[in-house]
């Protein structure tokens, strides 16, 4: 009991350190919180809804399409939303965070009016696929969300780490400015970061539709409000802190569920970060910054 517990933790937490890693990818290179993200992986949840369940459509094409709707959702919400606000003189600071809210709510209720309201299934044949280890059930979906969740935050790492592309955007995160002046095309590297992270909002979208057989035009809200809990428990902008932070909220909801009260189960993450802010401002993996 307590080994499958741990199974459906890590299963849950390996899909919130991917929507997490979204909001890391944003913070570390603009210093803003995209609030829009998790209506963009709401959206690419449902992408995932019309392929297998509308059409009757292979679960690979499920995930080409939420990827390739997810990134031009991302490049639209940089170009429109974003670009404007970016160095304007006399624009308020808090104004990019602003306006990621109101795209958040226009694209809330776009969904109502396009999907309609309630639970929207999701055909998934991996379901009921399982097989006995021992005592332990293990599901076949669980193996390919973890498998799937690993295998994007290990190329992220590298491609952050060893490609040029990967560099430009560490460069620009830390300095624009200097980045620009260097030769790095700062608009182009913002325009791929909030698109790459736009895309892995889709993916995380898709894993919970393949874990949970359900998408509802709520369920963005939720999830973007925990991948905030998560960067700020892992620390701000750090990608191995919000791989981490994932997978201690996933686990800390799923024992609350089975073994203390469900209905708290949504509180943890904004517990999590008021202890945090209290004793580590700077999150479990951040860096303190010197006065």
Do not use: C
Not at 180 to 204: F, H, N, P
């Amino acid at each position: 009991m307590l080994i499958e517990q741990l199974i459906n933790g890590i299963t849950l937490g390996s899909i919130y350190a991917i929507v997490a890693l979204g909001f890391t990818l944003v913070f570390g290179v603009l210093g803003i919180i995209n609030m829009a993200h998790g209506e963009i992986f709401m959206f690419g949840a449902f992408i995932g809804v019309i392929v297998t369940s509308t059409f009757k459509g292979p679960l690979w094409l499920a995930f080409a399409a939420a990827v390739l709707v997810t990134g031009i959702m991302g490049y639209l919400l940089e170009r429109f939303a974003l670009r404007p606000l970016r160095n304007k003189q006399g624009v308020s600071h808090l104004a990019p965070l602003i306006s990621t809210i109101g795209v958040s709510i226009l694209l809330e209720n776009l969904s109502h009016h396009l999907f309609g309201a309630g639970n929207h299934p999701f055909n998934n044949t991996f379901a009921e696929i399982s097989f006995q280890i021992g005592s332990i059930t293990v599901y076949l979906v669980q193996i390919v969300i973890f498998m799937i969740s690993v295998i994007l935050m290990y190329t992220l790492s590298y491609w952050l780490g060893k490609t040029k592309a990967g560099k430009a955007l560490r460069a620009t995160a830390e300095n624009l400015e200097t980045a620009s002046l260097l030769g790095v095309d700062t608009k182009k590297t913002i325009t791929m970061t909030v698109i790459i992270a736009s895309a892995m909002g889709g993916i995380a979208g898709i894993l919970v539709g393949m874990a949970f057989n359900s998408v509802t035009p709520q369920m963005g809200l939720s999830i973007g409000l925990k991948g905030l809990a998560i960067i700020i428990l892992g620390g701000m902008g750090n990608v191995k802190g919000a791989m981490a932070g994932g997978l201690i909220l996933g686990l800390a909801e799923t024992f609350i569920v089975v073994y203390g009260n469900s209905g708290y189960r949504d509180a943890i993450a904004f517990v999590a970060i008021i202890v945090i802010l209290l004793v580590r401002p700077q999150g479990l993996f951040g860096q303190k910054i010197s006065a």
